[in-house]
């Protein structure tokens, strides 16, 4: 097992070398706007996780992601060239679903703004069921010791 910010290390210049590869370019017209955005390494330094996103339709996401795994030996040297391991870990390309998260929290926010107008319109007029405060204060505990010493004197 290796040391935990090692393999810190090793995900991010991983990170930067798949992603400067892929801003040179690859030789292959599948391959879309494709933006790294995470990488994982295992414990054991063996399989790095590459996260990434395409910019486009479902159409240029799957291309891209036959592109990806088509290069995925050249990619694997490239980093084996850039990093200072033993072994070159294995590459697998996950496509990121940040995009998706995202949207749904938006529209998660509307939903949560829309419900709260509709309870601020439902409680314009409200009245308490009870008192406007039913805590005691310290001024209910003089009024009632002086009720307990009236009684006692009685």
């Known amino acids: 097992m290796a040391d935990p910010q090692r393999a810190r290390k090793m995900a991010d210049r991983i990170k930067e070398v798949v992603a400067r590869r892929l801003d040179k370019g690859l030789r292959d017209p599948r391959l879309g706007f494709v933006t790294i955005t995470d990488v994982r390494v295992t414990g054991d330094l063996q399989h790095a996780s ?30 084996g060239k850039n990093i200072t391991a033993r072994l070159t870990p294995s590459l697998e390309f996950i496509a990121d679903a940040l995009p998706e998260t995202s949207a749904h929290m938006e529209d998660l926010l509307v ?29 209910d505990e003089d009024d009632e010791s002086d009720d307990e010493q009236d009684v006692a004197r009685a």
């Open 50 to 79: 590459v996260f990434y996103t395409v910019y486009g339709t479902d159409e240029e996401r799957a291309d891209s992601a036959a592109a990806l795994k088509a290069a995925t030996g050249m990619l694997r040297s490239e980093v």
């Open 111 to 139: 939903q949560a703004q829309v419900r709260d107008e509709q309870v601020r319109a439902a409680s314009v007029g409200a009245m308490f069921a009870g008192d406007a405060d039913p805590y005691k204060h310290d001024e």
